[in-house]
């Protein structure tokens, strides 16, 4: 492959980081979006998640500041708030409320003050290799023969380019654009737990200081569907998110949203923002079913052209994952450019896949909980796994280190077959012992 020229369809989150990662292999790097980008950190429409709540893990803030070093300073300079977790939070799990453990550092922000963070330092350090055509649309691949030559704008023009990287979320044509050079349609796998958010901000009242600084109310589903999120962010803030599963929705009107949120698990929230000024509309969100294209299942696949981030996956957004997979997926691009260019594609589908599993056998695992969740139903194996994770989420509320392990699973850092290791499985056993 020649190393000219690298086009990356998309300007979110995937988008961002994968070119950020090309300017390092590439002479040239194209980006296209669709939005023009505000000038700083704004809501655009391609961005509509943005107004609900984000919580970037740890291992995702881990890869983005070694690929942007020193974006956390500049979050915290524009106002992101430092969390320990989840000491400065009050969590109900399933089980219980969480113990207060100080395991980690978390920093919380809105979602636009993390995507113009990384969009300034981006456009800042491609001055001269970086290409933003904002307000423009990619339409369609370019071919050669089997393979991709470049893409076709909206604006008529055709961009030839050595790859190019789909980043655009889960709209993505990708599948569409094959079939355009004869590929068959990836095989896809829905799990649909028909979940809604509702979200709105507030003023954090002047001189507010319980004890905690978030709050995160879990479902404990079947009996319960619904959760509550409540975090600080820049600009004297607090975002509040509600969402039901199994149609469950939250709701978009004042009255309901109140309602909904005094039907948590605990009135702890509501408590909150019951006399909290609000800040915005209350804004809805229904897109979040997990929806996985398998394009390293394909038989054969074209060169120049991959697919990452919400594109290739996208998870039910409740449990944190996308933005950190997209950071996974972009260390995995980069390892691929610097390997033997041979049959790169593919082995980059593969890698995304595998970026991928550890996340989705969490979100799935536990959408499946739901009896509404519209999938394939699986069998014995994922009854036993989660009656298994009860446990752990139970343990963990107790046993700093069982919680520590399990923070390391969700903030997507271990496997989730770490929580299996000896040493798990015998705090788990003792803490089922003495509760018997
Ligand atoms: C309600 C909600 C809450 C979430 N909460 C979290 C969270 O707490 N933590 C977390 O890690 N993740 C969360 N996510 C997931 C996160 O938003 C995504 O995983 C993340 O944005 C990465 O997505 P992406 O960049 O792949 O795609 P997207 O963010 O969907 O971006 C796609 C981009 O492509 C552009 N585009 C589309 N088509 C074209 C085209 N043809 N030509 C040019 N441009 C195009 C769009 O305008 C857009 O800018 C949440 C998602 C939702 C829906």
Request: positive net charge; aromatic residues 8%.
């Amino acid at each position: 492959m020649n190393r000219d020229h690298a086009v990356v369809i998309g300007g979110s989150m995937t988008g961002l980081l994968a070119a950020r990662v090309l300017l390092d292999h590439f002479d040239r790097v194209s980006l296209v979006e669709r939005d023009r980008f505000p000038a700083g950190a704004a809501f655009r429409p391609g961005i509509p998640q943005s107004r609900h709540l984000h919580v970037l893990w740890t291992r995702g803030l881990e890869i983005m500041e070694d690929l942007f070093p020193g974006v956390e300073k500049t979050l915290l300079a524009a106002g992101a708030v430092e969390l320990r977790a989840p000491a400065d939070a009050l969590w109900l799990t399933p089980a219980g409320w969480r113990g207060r453990f100080d395991l980690r550092r978390l920093l919380t922000f809105s979602r636009p003050l993390l995507d113009w963070a990384l969009r300034t330092r981006l456009t800042a350090e491609g001055a001269c290799a970086l290409d933003v055509l904002e307000g423009n649309e990619v339409t369609g691949l370019a071919p050669r023969g089997p393979d991709v030559a470049g893409v076709r704008l909206r604006s008529g023009e055709t961009m030839t380019a050595d790859l190019v990287v789909d980043a655009t979320g889960r709209s993505s044509r990708a599948p569409a654009w094959l079939a355009t050079l004869g590929y068959p349609a990836p095989p896809e796998t829905l799990v649909d737990p028909l979940l809604g958010y509702a979200s709105r901000f507030y003023a954090i009242p002047d001189g507010f200081d319980p004890g905690w600084k978030a709050l995160y109310l879990q479902a404990a589903p079947p009996a319960t569907r619904r959760t509550g999120g409540l975090f600080p962010q820049e600009g004297g803030r607090w975002i509040c998110s509600l969402s039901g599963a199994g149609r469950d929705y939250g709701p978009t009107n004042e009255e309901a949203f109140l309602a909904f949120a005094k039907g948590l698990r605990d009135p702890v929230l509501y408590e909150a923002i019951r006399d909290a000024e609000p800040l915005s509309p209350i804004t809805g969100f229904r897109r979040t079913a997990n929806h996985r294209r398998h394009y390293e299942r394909l038989p054969a696949w074209p060169r120049g052209f991959v697919v990452m981030g919400d594109a290739a996956c996208a998870f039910n957004p409740i449990y944190g994952q996308g933005m950190s997979v997209a950071a996974i997926s972009a260390l995995a691009l980069d390892r691929c450019l610097r390997e033997d260019p041979a049959d790169l594609e593919r082995r980059f589908q593969r890698r995304v896949a595998r970026s991928a599993a550890g996340a989705w056998l969490v979100a799935t695992g536990e959408d499946l909980r739901y009896p509404e969740t519209e999938a394939a139903r699986t069998g014995l194996s994922t009854r036993l796994i989660n009656a298994y994770v009860d446990r752990v989420v139970a343990a963990a509320n107790v046993d700093q280190r069982v919680c520590a392990k399990l923070l390391d699973v969700l903030a997507l850092s271990s496997a989730p077959a770490s929580l299996f290791s000896p040493g798990v499985l015998a705090r788990v056993a003792a803490k089922r012992l003495r509760s018997a």
